[in-house]
């Protein structure tokens, strides 16, 4: 059980709450083009060059997809084709949660005010947070924060936006690396990893952890 009363609870968006399928766009693309090591080598390379993209100054979410993809297939030795880079960008405002999703968050929201903190762009968020089947306070994005997680300033962003303190809220997501590991660095203490399975779980960082959405409800009584 998680013996704290938020004032909201925060949440990633993409892998957390949305189904993010930049993985699987990249293996429907490339498939039938490249063996299953090379196809494998460029998911995990576009995966790490994205995170790469997002640590310098803040640039519109098309450029971190499409440079980061023009930066694996150079890597892996694909030819770049910017226009399939972009449909996975394109794409991104189409899909819908986790399965498990609507349901937590109903139960949650019941009592706590709901709070998303997402690397989107602000034409993009608003779709996806519609697919998700409860009502959220407020939506923040790196766009408007001028700056991507897991920098800093996205949170305190968000802190500013709310008049709260790291010490207020209960922050959630899949990813130690874009979330939980900068959210333990700003002292807040109250931490959830959701075990989608995408990255592994790094205890260190004083997280509780959840199996979805509906099990993080019942460990907050609901």
């Known amino acids: 059980m998680i013996d704290f009363e938020p004032k909201y609870i925060t949440f990633d968006c993409y892998g957390t709450l949305t189904r993010f399928r930049m993985a699987e766009m990249t293996r429907e693309l490339y498939g039938n083009a490249l063996d299953a090591a090379k196809l494998e080598s460029l998911v995990k ?3 790490a060059y994205r995170r790469d ?9 098309r450029d971190v997809v499409v440079n980061a993809f023009r ?16 449909s996975i960008y394109l794409a991104v405002p189409t899909w819908g949660p986790h399965p498990d999703v609507p349901e937590g968050l109903s139960r949650l929201a019941k009592k706590y005010k709901l709070v998303i903190l997402s ?11 519609d697919k998700l089947g409860a009502p959220f306070h407020a939506v923040f994005t790196a766009q408007q ?15 500013d936006q709310l008049d709260c303190n790291p010490e207020d809220v209960l922050h959630v997501s899949s990813s130690p690396r874009y979330d939980l590991m900068t959210a333990h660095d700003l002292g807040i203490k109250h931490k959830v990893f959701i075990k989608r399975g995408h990255e592994p779980s790094t205890p260190g960082y004083e997280y509780y952890e959840a199996d979805d959405i509906p099990h993080l409800a019942s460990q907050l009584g609901l």
């Open 45 to 47: 390379f576009f995966a």
């Open 53 to 61: 993209e997002v640590l310098g100054a803040w640039k519109p979410y």
């Open 71 to 86: 930066r694996a297939c150079q890597r892996v030795g694909v030819p770049f084709d910017e226009v399939k880079a972009e």
């Open 119 to 129: 690397n989107a762009s602000n034409d993009q968020i608003q779709s996806n947070v």
């Open 145 to 159: 924060a001028q700056s991507y997680k897991p920098r800093m300033q996205g949170f305190e962003y968000m802190f």
